[in-house]
């Protein structure tokens, strides 16, 4: 192989030639080009030294450094100029994805630096390719020269030819990355486990385009290097357009970045940015106009002036951008975070994040901006619309950028007129909530508001354009944009005015950019933007970059940016990216936490109950066949990993959770047909679910299991075993079948939407598929997920009211607390009724608890997901006004956002969930902003039971409890194949039965 490539680019063997010796001049330094990659960073917010070294870049721009020919080894020889700029030593990148298989723990230089008692330092490693070896293996050695590993195959095989071939004159430069020191770990012993590697490759400028070729055809990618050697440019063969480029970063001796982070930790991290933003204590306050007429609290107060200041372009301060003056006296703009300088000063957005905790009265404060820039919002009705100009349909890719280019942009629409409108966004589920808040906050007559929503909305842009406040929701301004590419007759006046403002309330909801929903949102034109939400990061890093596109904070809105500056320093381990991210967050968020406001005491219990010994016997049934299977499946039958075997396994799990919550009544009859004849020494044969039976699979048994494979992070691709979800960079032919996120075999497999194409007659796991494939819609499962335990063998409901055999232990309990809150009412009164909060993750087991209280004459009111938003908003009128409702009955995933129950003063948890993060939400609805009593907080949890494991979970962080990721790693770091992360997940699952 090696010489073949020596003949494909006329190299000759020329051994007998003196090797010249080299060493390089560089004219400066200090000299920096452009900066582009990772680029230098601060130890602070920006270090005095990283300035001055960057204003050096700008007044003396680096040169190609010079390299000569020393023929002697005296000082006095002949220097001999090498003119052939070709024959320059450029870096070509880093291989993407190597990693070394040890069988030693390496062992790091003495005196290496570690930045904590439990991690390595970096290592230095050396690849060396044995003589005469006609394989692709490459040893790797550490700095005790003993081989301590292997380098992977894939990066072997492309790249052993390349250092085979001498004359090319290839070198590496080789890490082993900081990492966490495992406790059997220990420097020379044996060990079995896989490290990435940072790979750097070197080589002559003239031989770049056969390494790339090469390397290409290997199917190696090539990246931008973390680290290059002083004065040695850049240049990426790989790159689409590329140029050679100053290193990204001079080390004179590798400095070592911080310990690699996981995906949580990462989240973590970028959460800590937000919890301790510059204090703000010391801002000024801005008193309301006179058309809001509850007094606000200092810290809304400071929030309406940060607000002011932020949409003032006069008074803004942007610590992102510096004004500067480069070389030839002319005035640049340098940015902080990214180090690149510009000609024409950036464009200043006019908005920001407003990331107060929930309960902390946004809402108000927002009211108050809408109602403190009238007079501004009619000048900007006043104004022609300005015609945005369409971003490029073909972003050219940066040699050194780690994303692919962004996907077309949707053509937008032609601004018709401009409105003195702010338009709210929210979900559907707030609608009411703001429409109460702007009659109590807000006095009458003075801010114009309309319901953008339901089949009664103006569709008018010129009468629309008239109110201070136009509210819709996510779903309408989606709808809207579908229709209009779907070539549906309009009008759709959503895009066609230029609004004075627009105000994202959960702004959260359009975190996944591939979404219709983030598009629709983005393509809306505004003079002001805001993006409202206690959870700025829910998941991951990217959930921030939708924020920063919405608000079109350059060049951050730009995606592949924010990853290159952003996402990819913070996977690397940058230990600068902390600090730029708080500067970026810092200018543009304002967020305080609950002990800004003096509320009310919270006072949380768990109360575990006992079962009756019928509930019990009945119990101890439904476990038994639960840890049977799961202990048979996750034995020596890994051919049934998935499928029906594993959903029969969440099934048992969903058995015993309904049981826990609702008691028999909850149970179908498939159920109760487990327990006839069921003994303690009666066998439950796994082979008996019929899985080689195929039937065609119900729609809603469907939904059902993707629930529950989603409660259990279960929901991969057979195939690719990727999450099912929105894909990225969906283009607009598909936008109209982007609500379909992927399909569910007979067999219960889940295919998503870039497999299934490729699907023939038979699914990955041997068994056919011509019973019909069931269509998932991301819609449909959010719906479904309210009371996914209803497709489980009918309407329980009505089978319920007629065979009802009266409250379970659980339900008693409940009952028992609510009289004894209705005594106490009746005790006190001239005081305000005692009114109490119940939330279930499932509607039928709300259906129980109604027959349970008025069984007992409780008055009681209800909210769900299947209500309309007139139908909430008479249920939420009932609960706060009327004295006599003493009860509302929630579910979760209604309860979850944006609603205000501070009418309420005790809340119960019927059963714990798998994300407490749900839990944590649903509560702060009561406990809040406007809340007078002090709030009791019960969940209630049958002892010995599945639910004690499960808030096991919920403490100890657990996998299955924890945020979901598009790849599960492995302890070692790596990624877990298909076949370990099923059997993680089963093992997970056996967990909880131990």
């Known amino acids: 192989m090696s010489s073949m490539i ?87 990148g880093m291989i993407g994805g190597a990693s070394v298989n040890c069988h030693t723990v390496p062992s790091p230089k003495p005196g290496s630096r570690t930045l904590t008692p439990g991690s390595w330092p970096q290592v230095k490693v050396v690849l060396r390719r044995l003589a005469e070896d006609r394989s692709s293996t490459i040893e790797v050695y550490d700095h005790t020269r003993k081989i301590i590993g292997k380098l992977d195959s894939r990066t072997s095989h492309g790249l052993a030819p390349l250092l085979d071939a001498r004359l090319l004159g290839l070198r590496t430069d080789v890490m082993i990355g900081i990492r966490r020191r495992l406790p059997e770990e220990e420097a020379g012993k044996p060990i079995s486990k896989s490290y990435p590697l940072q790979l750097m490759v070197y080589g002559r400028f003239k031989f770049a385009k056969t390494v790339g070729l090469h390397l290409e055809k290997a199917h190696l990618n090539l990246l931008s290097p973390t680290r290059v050697d002083k004065g040695v440019m850049v240049f990426n063969p790989l790159a689409k357009e590329n140029r050679a480029v100053s290193a990204p970063r001079v080390y004179s001796q590798p400095a070592p970045p911080p310990v690699a982070r996981t995906e949580e930790e990462i989240r973590s991290d970028v959460l800590s940015v937000f919890d301790s933003l510059q204090e703000t204590d010391s801002l000024p306050e801005r008193e309301p106009g006179s058309s809001i007429v509850t007094p606000l609290l200092k810290h809304q107060k400071q929030a309406l002036h940060f607000m002011l200041e932020r949409e003032d372009p006069s008074k803004m301060v942007d610590e992102l951008w510096q004004q500067r003056t480069d070389a030839y006296g002319q005035v640049c703009y340098y940015n902080v975070i990214t180090n690149q300088q510009s000609r024409q000063p950036p464009a200043k957005a006019q908005g920001g994040i407003l990331a107060d905790m929930m309960g902390l009265g946004k809402t108000l404060s927002v009211l108050s901006l809408v109602a403190a820039t009238v007079p501004e919002s009619q000048q900007w009705m006043s104004l022609d619309p300005v015609q945005r100009t369409p971003p490029e349909t073909e972003r050219k890719q940066h040699p050194n950028q780690f994303a692919p280019p962004k996907p077309d942009s949707l053509a937008l629409t032609r601004v018709k007129r401009n409105s003195k409108a702010t338009l709210l966004i929210c979900p559907l589920s707030t609608v009411t909530n703001w429409e109460e808040q702007i009659k109590q906050h807000v006095q009458p007559n003075t801010l114009s508001y309309h319901i953008y929503h339901g089949p009664h909305r103006i569709k008018d842009a010129e009468r629309l354009a008239q109110y201070d406040l136009v509210i819709t929701t996510y779903g309408s301004v989606s709808s809207e944009l579908s229709a209009r590419f779907s070539n549906k007759r309009g009008p759709h006046p959503l895009e066609d005015i230029g609004w004075f403002r627009v105000v994202l309330d959960e702004a959260h909801m359009i975190r996944e950019q591939s979404t219709l929903q983030f598009k629709a949102i983005c393509r809306l034109q505004a003079n002001r933007r805001w993006a409202v939400t206690g959870t700025p990061v829910q998941n991951k890093l990217e959930d921030l970059a939708a924020l920063l596109a919405f608000l079109r904070i350059q060049p951050f809105d730009d995606r592949s940016r924010f990853n290159q500056y952003i996402i990819a320093p913070f996977k690397l381990c940058d230990e600068n990216v902390v600090p730029k991210l708080r500067i970026l967050v810092d200018t543009i968020t304002l967020r305080r936490m609950k002990d800004k406001i003096n509320l009310p005491n919270r006072r949380d219990q768990t109360i575990r109950l006992q079962f009756s010994p019928e509930e019990r016997r009945m119990y101890d049934a439904f476990e038994k066949d639960a840890q049977v299977r799961v202990n048979v499946l996750t034995g020596q039958r890994e051919r049934m990993v998935g499928g029906r075997t594993y959903i029969h396994i969440l099934q048992a799990i969903l058995r015993l959770r309904l049981f826990c919550s609702g008691g028999k009544d909850l149970m179908n009859d498939d159920d109760l047909r487990l327990l006839e004849g069921m003994s303690s020494d009666a066998p439950i044969d796994i082979d008996s679910d019929g899985e080689e039976q195929n039937p065609a699979l119900a729609e809603n048994q469907a939904y059902d299991m993707f629930n529950l494979m989603k409660d259990t992070n279960g929901d991969n691709c057979i195939a690719c075993n990727q999450k099912l979800g929105p894909k990225e960079g969906a283009d607009i032919e598909s936008e109209r079948q982007e609500d379909i996120i992927g399909h569910m075999t007979p067999c219960f497999h889940l295919i998503c939407t870039s497999c299934i194409k490729d699907l023939g007659a038979i699914c990955p796991c041997g068994l056919p598929t011509e019973n019909g494939l069931v269509p998932l819609r991301l819609s449909r499962a959010g719906q479904e997920h309210d009371a996914h335990a209803e497709g489980r063998g009918g309407s329980k409901a009505s089978k319920a009211l007629k065979d009802w055999g009266g409250p379970n232990t659980k339900v008693r309990y409940l009952v028992e607390q609510l009289k004894k809150w209705r005594d106490m009412s009746e005790a006190n009164p001239e005081e305000p009724p005692y009114k109490s909060v119940v939330f279930s993750q499932w509607t039928t087991n709300l259906d129980l608890i109604t027959m349970a209280l008025e069984a007992e004459g409780i008055i009681w009111t209800r909210l769900d997901g299947k209500m309309t938003r007139t139908a909430r908003t008479r249920a939420m009128d009932r609960f706060r006004e009327d004295p006599a409702v003493q009860v509302i009955l929630v579910s979760i995933t209604a309860g979850g956002l944006g609603l205000n129950l501070t009418a309420g003063n005790s809340v119960y948890i019927m059963e714990p969930l798998f994300n407490p993060a749900a839990e944590a939400q649903a509560i702060d609805r009561v406990h809040r902003l406007g809340q007078k009593r002090e709030v009791d907080c019960v969940r209630l949890l049958m002892a010995g039971s599945f639910e004690e494991k499960m808030r096991e979970l919920q403490d100890k962080k657990t996998k299955l409890a924890s945020l979901s990721m598009d790849r599960q790693k492995g302890e070692g770091g790596g990624f877990l194949s298909k076949s370990e992360a099923a059997k993680q997940r089963l093992m997970d699952l056996r967990s909880l039965f131990k």
């Open 6 to 92: 020596e003949r494909v680019n006329n190299v000759q063997d020329r051994g007998s030639a003196p090797v010249p010796k080299r060493r390089r001049i560089e004219e400066d330094s200090d000299g920096q080009g452009s900066q582009n990659g990772f680029s230098n960073g601060s130890s602070g917010m920006l270090s005095e030294y990283v300035k001055q070294k960057q204003q050096k870049g700008q007044a003396a721009p680096s040169s190609a450094s010079q390299t000569v020919d020393l023929t002697g080894g005296d000082d006095d020889d002949e220097v001999v100029e090498i003119k052939d700029p070709r024959d320059q030593e450029v870096c070509f």
